[in-house]
């Protein structure tokens, strides 16, 4: 079990954590949440021993093996392959002792090194390293390739892959889908639900924590709290939590009218019945997120231009690319006021092409493309963040946008991107990739765009900024284009998808389930025979039939195992629904009265009594989930 014991941790004269507690046992996915600057990263450190408590104590198991994904990017001629097997740090000490003994001609030597190998299937590394390339989005030639040769971005991919080669107990990965497509983040998804040790995991991607999760440790107030289930439960527990200060419903029921109306007009019609369905999906958790995330620092609004054309933007034909080399052809696109369009494919299709030529910082390369009289476009793309000027403030950037307007209305606009204060009137060098990224939006916002250019826009923002980023264009008036790996963002903001693929564009039938399972069949269809076959051979050299017979005798054992565990997780499910039920009763104020005392001591008592029961339960759960895993792991060697 990994523990810290009322731990304070001071970074310089800023307070992180006070008297933290948290306690996490083997084999728990845990997503680690909480604002920026709240110690998150600091966590990881303590747990790597990079850092050390001012008070309390740290406590891993001695044996425990951590790997972590590096944040830094690095240049080396070592080829992607290599550099990812180098994640492997024990097999690379086997492979040189191996050398060694060759190299001596010590046979002993030789035999105890090729066993070894063996042991920790060594000679599947190059295979394994291959896998974890592919499902991160590289190609087979980009294999070969110098890690020198590739932009930051991929880099941080290898630094993921080559932390996912290292054999663990503990995986701590801090903001892993920043750098993904969609189809990267839901291999990366796929891998991480199999993972069978500890995992701790920094995400702001809601939908990410919820598909991998079992748990979310969230720190605030120098605190750290473990709620079990993933974020979604999460929300509802903290919501809870919450239920004193949620005086704020006003705001949100603007928007439930606007759903409701949304779904008056649409549901009857085809082509946006399954975008009406999925507003009634947002209706239906709206007034829990809105409670969790009642004590936001954010609250913006993107205001749409007052005069607008239509259509926006006209595109006929037109083939888009740079340097003469064409990306994507034969577009044919009219963008109209309150169009909301999500791009969907791969890294490397052309969603930034497309965004970067409506822009205007590519030109057609063929084809007419129509700009609207009135066209005002807010565009957004991360090298935004690299163009502001570091020594100037907040403050100084929007007024360089507006000379005429006043300090007052400056720094109450930047209040609602939580930049106060000397936030707003300091020199931005210190800032956060987050806080920048923040600047940036805001100063999308000042100018009052009637279409938004959105290319990765959540990327360094944290889960509250990204609600609040959500409600923003939600409310938002005028057209929106979204290119983003944040499936909350991309299902509550669009209307419609359209594909980027093989250099063509065209509107895609379909939600972001539809789309993930095209994905996952065009992998199916496309893989390459030559993986296939090493893949077969990797399998036939590990197994033989007495290694069968075990596995399957072990898998035996698995079923009342697994169903011991279901009836727990019923029997705790039974007793949650009734202590929510309870708290419920005991949120109505007039239950506090004299009048109605013998009744509130009744209701305590019951849920003293359920949360003693629901307890236990947990506790047994733990026992049985761990040796279920155990025979689950044992079943698949």
């Known amino acids: 079990m990994i523990s810290l014991d009322a731990v304070a941790v001071r970074r310089g004269s800023r307070l992180l954590f006070e008297n933290a507690t948290l306690a996490i046992h083997d084999g728990q996915h845990v997503g680690i949440t909480g604002g920026n600057g709240t110690g998150k990263t600091t966590l990881f450190k303590l747990l790597l021993g990079e850092l050390g408590p001012d008070q309390g104590n740290v406590r891993l198991p001695g044996s425990m093996r951590i790997a972590h994904m590096a944040q830094e990017v690095i240049a080396t001629p070592a080829s992607a392959l290599d550099y990812v097997i180098d994640g492997d740090q024990q097999l690379r000490t086997h492979e040189r002792a191996l050398a060694a003994a060759e190299a001596a001609g010590d046979d002993a030597r030789i035999t105890a090194a090729h066993a070894e190998l063996d042991h920790i299937d060594g000679y599947n590394a190059h295979y394994r390293a291959e896998q974890l390339l592919h499902g991160l989005g590289f190609s087979q030639a980009d294999c070969a390739r110098p890690v020198s040769e590739f932009s930051g971005g991929w880099r941080i991919r290898l630094n993921l892959a080559q932390a996912l080669m290292c054999p663990s107990d503990l995986l701590l990965l801090d903001e892993p889908t920043n750098h993904l497509d969609l189809d990267a983040t839901h291999w990366l998804e796929d891998w991480l639900k199999r993972y069978p040790g500890t995992l701790l995991l920094i995400s702001h991607d809601r939908d990410f924590l919820d598909a991998v999760v079992s748990h979310i440790a969230h720190i605030e107030h120098q605190e750290m709290r473990l709620y079990r289930g993933n974020y979604s439960a999460f929300e509802v527990q903290r919501a809870e939590r919450l239920a004193q200060q949620q005086q704020m419903y006003l705001r949100q029921q603007t928007r439930v009218a606007e759903i409701e109306a949304f779904v008056r007009r649409f549901r009857a019609k085809a082509s946006k019945a399954r975008q009406a369905q999925s507003r009634l999906k947002e209706l239906e958790r709206m007034q829990t997120v809105a409670a969790a995330h009642v004590?936001?620092?954010?609250?913006?609004?993107?205001?749409?231009?007052?005069?607008?054309?239509?259509?926006?933007?006209?595109?006929?034909?037109?083939?888009?690319?740079?340097?003469?080399?064409?990306?994507?052809?034969?577009?044919?696109l009219n963008l109209h006021p309150g169009s909301r369009i999500g791009l969907l494919g791969a890294n490397g299709a052309g969603k930034s092409t497309f965004i970067k030529t409506l822009m205007g910082e590519l030109a057609p390369l063929r084809g007419v493309l129509t700009r609207g009289t009135h066209l005002r476009i807010?565009?957004?793309?991360?090298?935004?963040?690299?163009?502001?000027?570091?020594?100037?403030?907040?403050?100084?950037?929007?007024?360089?946008?507006?000379?005429?307007?006043?300090?007052?209305?400056?720094?109450?606009?930047?209040?609602?991107?939580?930049?106060?204060?000397?936030?707003?009137?300091?020199?931005?060098?210190?800032?956060?990739?987050?806080?920048?990224?923040?600047?940036?939006?805001?100063?999308?916002?000042?100018?009052?765009?009637?279409?938004?250019?959105?290319?990765?826009?959540?990327?360094?923002?944290?889960?509250?900024?990204?609600?609040?980023?959500?409600?923003?264009?939600?409310?938002?008036?005028?057209?929106?284009?979204?290119?983003?790996?944040?499936?909350?963002?991309?299902?509550?903001?669009?209307?419609?998808?359209?594909?980027?693929?093989?250099?063509?564009?065209?509107?895609?039938?379909?939600?972001?389930?539809?789309?993930?399972?095209?994905?996952?069949?065009?992998?199916?269809?496309?893989?390459?025979?030559?993986?296939?076959?090493?893949?077969?051979?990797?399998?036939?050299?590990?197994?033989?039939?007495?290694?069968?017979?075990?596995?399957?005798?072990?898998?035996?054992?698995?079923?009342?195992?697994?169903n011991a565990v279901k009836k727990l997780e019923q029997a705790m499910e039974k007793i949650q629904g009734e202590l929510a039920r309870l708290e419920a009763r005991l949120a109505d104020s007039t239950l506090y009265e004299a009048a109605r005392k013998a009744e509130l001591t009744e209701l305590l008592q019951k849920r003293g009594v359920l949360q003693q029961q629901l307890s236990e339960q947990e506790s047994e759960w733990l026992e049985k989930q761990d040796a279920l895993e155990m025979l689950e792991r044992e079943s698949t060697q």
């Open 295 to 332: 004590d936001s620092p954010f609250d913006f609004r993107i205001l749409e231009a007052d005069k607008v054309s239509d259509p926006l933007l006209s595109l006929n034909d037109v083939a888009v690319g740079y340097d003469g080399r064409t990306v994507l052809r034969d577009i044919k």
């Open 378 to 562: 807010g565009y957004f793309a991360q090298q935004q963040l690299e163009v502001l000027d570091l020594e100037a403030s907040a403050a100084l950037h929007v007024q360089r946008l507006s000379p005429e307007a006043s300090e007052q209305k400056i720094r109450t606009f930047l209040g609602g991107f939580d930049f106060h204060g000397d936030a707003a009137l300091s020199p931005i060098r210190p800032f956060s990739g987050g806080e920048k990224a923040r600047l940036a939006l805001a100063l999308v916002a000042w100018q009052q765009p009637n279409l938004l250019l959105l290319d990765e826009p959540t990327n360094h923002l944290d889960l509250e900024m990204r609600q609040a980023l959500t409600l923003a264009l939600q409310e938002f008036g005028g057209a929106i284009v979204l290119v983003s790996h944040d499936r909350y963002l991309l299902r509550n903001c669009v209307d419609e998808f359209h594909l980027i693929e093989d250099g063509r564009m065209q509107p895609f039938d379909g939600d972001l389930d539809d789309y993930h399972k095209r994905q996952q069949q065009r992998d199916r269809d496309s893989a390459t025979p030559a993986l296939a076959v090493e893949a077969d051979a990797a399998a036939g050299a590990a197994r033989g039939k007495q290694a069968r017979q075990e596995a399957a005798a072990r898998r035996a054992q698995v079923a009342p195992a697994r």
